[in-house]
């Protein structure tokens, strides 16, 4: 697994190097079953959808910086052009992200180790993958394109921005490493699982809801990834095995449910014309299987016992909890305060699943188009349904997954000493049906004393009109009601009064004016007459003259 | 050889003083007659340097200066004030005693720069060129302070005239590059002659706000 392969192409004198080790092989299985999905999802006749799934491949199996960087911006360019087919603003705004994320890769891996290349890698790989405080274009660009591209680009194009940062933090750059660095990650990672998940529980959109709930499980594996770095640089070999495994079962299992819940919110785009939650409902009667399938996406977003997602995030509070007993008392409260906020991303993210399969696929159709809904074609379905299966071992034996994983951690942290993960679900799932079948027993048994009547509940229906003597199913609460008591005790704090996300506050707001009075300023000199021209260069002459003179004086 | 330096320096200053009144004045008619003092001192300035130095070619641009700006500019600029009827012309754009201490500031630098910069060469040539500098200088302000397109003219020719200045005063120059000089002038002035026609034609006046207007609103 050592051995380079060299291409004839590329660099003069130098050519294209490939090299596959532990970790690249890792990615590339995250990747694989993805675009073995999406393809049969429909975008098999792509060509730039192939031409993007080379890029990722490419940057994966890359031997040496050039060819890491071709792949790339192989990969960005291309699905430029896949973004382009939904629509136009986001495509521009994805394109510029890009283009900054090059901006800063391409000098940081020319750089020496250095914290300057380790600041310039985290800023272009963020960009990105979507980590706060440079996502906000993320929620906007991913839903655009068709739902494959869109599952890929959540499930896979994050993930490749995540290896870039994994393979520079952990393995180019280790000579250099500081404990900050990994600080850096766990703040960012911190702010992206708040605002996604709080976003994801807002959002009525279903793929931008998916895009953000994206950006939050960016966030956990950046708070793994910052613990694990900032461990290795403090020499804690114990934690930094912890922490590397929950960041990888976590992008392993984010790659399986995302790419599924994508298709699946495709598919519903397909069968009904809108991903809107306010308009759907009831879909579970039209597309059973399809809903069938979406649960148990959600159930993995969720991060649900039993789920794919659950184990990644024990093993994530675990790593926080115990990283909270090192450092000064600074590193004591502020992982503390990490605990909290990833308590909270937890539970909003809940929230979202729950928002997701109650709101869209329960209850009774808000339309006539989810009323008329028949079941998903059968390509996505395949698609989805691999996911599904291997999303099974992830769930149900995550400890021998990440015993298979383990070559991945000794690369990247040679001195780790890892504690394989003893949580198996399957005496818990009889421990639980066996407490369920007590309780239930014993309820039956001795909980009803006597019988009371009372007014049915209508399942939260208004008085039914005479028109629709069945209920209007209107009077549901919708996915905007449903989010109203989030909005009023969380949100308000903390996206503000009109819910919008802090980045664009804070980061996109600014460079806009700044931006505007740019080009004010060009304007202006561009109608400047013949006179303010010549006035204006002759200052700076007389200026240059006087700097001149005062340098040799002086 | 000190009756050299004396002289050499004399003129220099002359022509310094003229560009200094030029900023001054604001009557057309006073204008051109400094630029013609300023361009005779120059062509006697040249002649002189082409007897200190042995140089023919130095009297040569002595010859060219009397005979194109000494005489047949001034007499263009002053048929231009005449068919334009703009003997009593006065024009005030910045105050005067504001750009005669930004002159006075542009000296001074000019001073500052050269002479500290080229303690190395001959003496002739520092006081020289921090004189031909200065020149320079207060001929651009003089463009850039006046809104008539003529007192802009004027001050472009000044400032040519400080090249000229430098340029005699460096031994070695070659010849070409003056005579070239004088050549573009001459095709310069042509060519603004022109235009001022035009400017007349649409204006009915040598001020440039007109056209500056159309410059804000146009484009």
């Known amino acids: 697994m050592t051995d380079n392969v060299t291409l004839m192409v590329g660099l003069p004198g130098q050519g294209m190097h490939l090299h596959l080790d532990a970790l690249s092989l890792l990615f590339l299985c995250i990747l694989a079953p993805q675009v073995l999905a999406s393809a049969v999802a429909g975008m098999r006749f792509s060509v730039t959808f192939w031409v993007f799934v080379f890029g990722m491949v490419l940057a994966l199996a890359a031997g040496d910086a050039f060819t890491l960087i071709f792949g790339f911006e192989l990969m960005s360019a291309a699905s430029w052009l896949l973004v382009l087919r939904g629509d136009q603003r986001p495509a521009t705004l994805y394109i510029t992200i890009a283009i900054f994320s090059s901006a800063c890769l391409i000098p940081a891996v020319f750089l020496p180790a250095s914290s300057i290349a380790f600041v310039l890698i985290a800023l272009g790989t963020g960009a990105k993958a979507g980590l706060a405080p440079l996502h906000s274009w993320l929620p906007k660009a991913h839903p655009a394109p068709p739902a494959g591209v869109s599952a890929l680009m959540s499930g896979g194009m994050v993930k490749i921005a995540l290896y870039v940062l994994i393979r520079y933090a952990f393995i180019v750059l280790t000579g250099a490493a500081q404990p900050w660095w990994g600080v850096v990650l766990i703040v960012a990672g911190i702010a992206s699982v708040v605002i996604g998940a709080l976003r994801a529980m807002l959002e009525t959109e279903m793929k931008t809801m998916l895009a953000c709930s994206t950006v939050e499980h960016v966030g956990l594996i950046a708070v793994g990834l910052g613990i694990a770095l900032r461990a290795k640089a403090m020499g804690d070999p114990a934690l930094t095995a912890v922490a590397l495994q929950a960041a990888l079962l976590c992008a392993v299992a984010h790659g399986l449910f995302k790419p599924l819940l994508f298709l699946g919110a495709g598919e519903v785009k397909h069968a009904t014309g809108t991903t809107s939650l306010n308009w759907l409902g009831g879909l579970m009667r039209g597309q059973p299987r399809l809903g069938a399938l979406m649960l148990l996406g959600a159930a993995g977003m969720a991060a649900l016992p039993l789920g794919p997602g659950f184990a990644p995030e024990f093993l994530l509070l675990h790593a926080v909890i115990a990283a909270a007993a090192t450092g000064g008392i600074l590193a004591r409260i502020g992982f503390t305060f990490a605990l909290a906020a990833l308590g909270l991303g937890a539970a909003l993210a809940l929230g979202a699943a729950v928002r997701l399969i109650g709101i869209g696929f329960l209850g009774r159709p808000r339309s006539l188009h989810a009323a008329s809904a028949e079941d998903a074609r059968r390509g996505p379905l395949f698609g989805m349904g691999l996911l599904a299966v291997l999303m099974l071992p992830v769930a149900l034996v995550p400890g021998q997954v990440l015993a298979a994983m383990m070559p991945v951690v000794t690369l990247l942290a040679p001195q780790a000493e890892i504690h394989l993960l003893s949580y198996t679900p399957l005496p818990l799932i009889l421990l639980a049906f066996l407490i369920a079948t007590a309780t239930g027993f014993i309820l039956h048994r001795w909980g009803v004393r006597g019988t009371r009547e009372a007014a049915p509940w209508n399942g939260g229906f208004g008085r039914a009109p005479v028109w629709l003597p069945f209920g209007d199913p209107t009077t549901q609460p919708s996915a905007t009601g449903f989010a109203e008591p989030v909005t009023r005790a969380i949100a308000r704090g903390i996206l503000g009064k009109h819910g919008t996300d802090p980045a664009e506050t804070y980061l996109v707001a600014p460079l806009q004016r700044l931006h505007l009075r740019g080009v004010r300023l060009a304007e202006r000199i561009r109608r400047a007459t013949i006179r303010q021209r010549l006035g204006v260069v002759f200052a700076a002459l007389v200026m240059f003259l006087l700097a001149l003179g005062l340098a040799e004086g002086g | ?219």
Request: proline residues 2%; charged residues 10%.
């Open chain 2, 1 to 219: 050889m000190n009756l050299t330096f004396s002289l050499a320096h004399l003129m220099g200053g002359l022509i310094l003083l003229c560009a200094f009144l030029l900023l001054s004045q604001r009557r057309l008619a006073a204008m051109i007659t400094l630029y013609q003092v300023q361009a005779l001192t120059l062509s006697a300035a040249a002649v002189w340097q082409g007897f200190a130095q042995h140089e023919v070619n130095l009297y040569l641009t002595g010859i060219i200066t009397l005979a194109l700006k000494g005489v047949l500019l001034p007499i263009a600029l002053r048929q231009i004030v005449l068919r334009f009827n703009l003997t009593r012309a006065v024009e005030s754009t910045m105050p005067m005693a504001l750009s005669m201490m930004l002159g006075t500031g542009l000296i001074g630098i000019a001073v500052l720069v050269v002479l500290p910069s080229t303690m190395s060469a001959v003496s002739l040539t520092r006081e020289d060129l921090a004189i031909a500098l200065s020149v320079v200088l207060l001929g651009l302000l003089v463009m850039t302070a006046r809104r008539s397109a003529l007192a802009q003219i004027i001050g472009f020719l000044s400032t040519e005239n400080g090249l000229v200045l430098a340029a005699i005063g460096m031994p070695g120059m070659p010849f070409v590059a003056e005579f070239s000089v004088a050549l573009l002038v001459l095709l310069a002035f042509l060519v603004v002659g022109i235009f001022l026609l035009r400017i007349r034609e649409h204006f009915d006046t040598l001020d440039i706000t007109g056209i500056e207007d159309i410059e804000r609103r146009g484009r």
